[in-house]
């Protein structure tokens, strides 16, 4: 699956991933992938992938990672700041939008697929 997270600097998008990856059992220190733009994790079964998109650059350095190999249909993409790499990453599943606001946070979830309208179901059940 395919996560976009949106919004603006401290909207709360990486507060998000890693209280994720923590509640699927994860004990380490989950890290921000600001500078490497990519962090993995093996949590809870699965086979996560934290980008941070916001220092990403350009196609040429798209390649040169091997980001493209991790949407291999296996892993769980989380991706902040996908705009940044648009065209290059798959649709997300579920688009997750954070806004901030005086007092907190509003956060919006989005379906855009049917495996994102079945994970989306199943948070409802």
Known sequence: ????????????????????????????????????????????????????????RDEEEWEATGFRDEFDGRNVCLVEWPEKAHGLIPQADVEIMFEILPSGRNIMLRANTKTGRECLNSLQS
């Open 1 to 56: 699956m395919v996560f976009y997270l949106r919004g603006d600097l401290g909207a709360g998008k990486t507060t998000l991933v890693r209280a994720l990856i923590q509640a699927l059992g994860y004990t380490r220190r989950v890290k921000s992938p600001t500078y490497t733009l990519l962090e993995q994790y093996e949590a809870g079964g699965l086979h996560l992938r934290h980008f941070d998109l916001y220092r990403f």
